[in-house]
């Protein structure tokens, strides 16, 4: 039998997106057995490592990527780095991301709400951006409750 090369059509794509990725690519969840966890890891794994060349992506958001698998985090091409505090987080990206420079390391824990650092293949330099406020008719209702508004 011989295998037939066949034309991918590359309009065609498939991008996975995981927000809170933490709670789903990190290491460290004590939801399932160890087993089902390796896999699961595994699975993504090799989705972010492999998946390129058959249309398939990765898009994930988290407000703890020293939680996510190292393996993952270093196969990202693109990434929008938002404020970061905590010290653990800060260091994980900057492992992970050796073509980030200094002054965005360190602009990473004061940046303004709704600006990021935009690093990777669509950025030739780190640039910090701001990002566009979503109209207030298409907010979604997330925000923090103030529990002092309600007190009279």
Known sequence: MTKKKQARDSSKYLNIIIDEAHNILSYSSQRESETWKDYRLETFEEIVKEGRKFGVFLTIASQRPSDISPTIIS????????????NKDIEAVERTISYLDKVSFD????????TCVLAGLSAQVPLIIEVNKIPDENEPQN??????????
């Open 75 to 86: 196969q990202l091409h693109n990434y929008f780095l938002h404020r970061l505090i905590n």
């Open 107 to 114: 602009s990473l824990p004061i940046l303004p709400t709704g």
């Open 143 to 152: 925000k923090t409750i103030k529990p002092t508004e309600f007190w009279s």
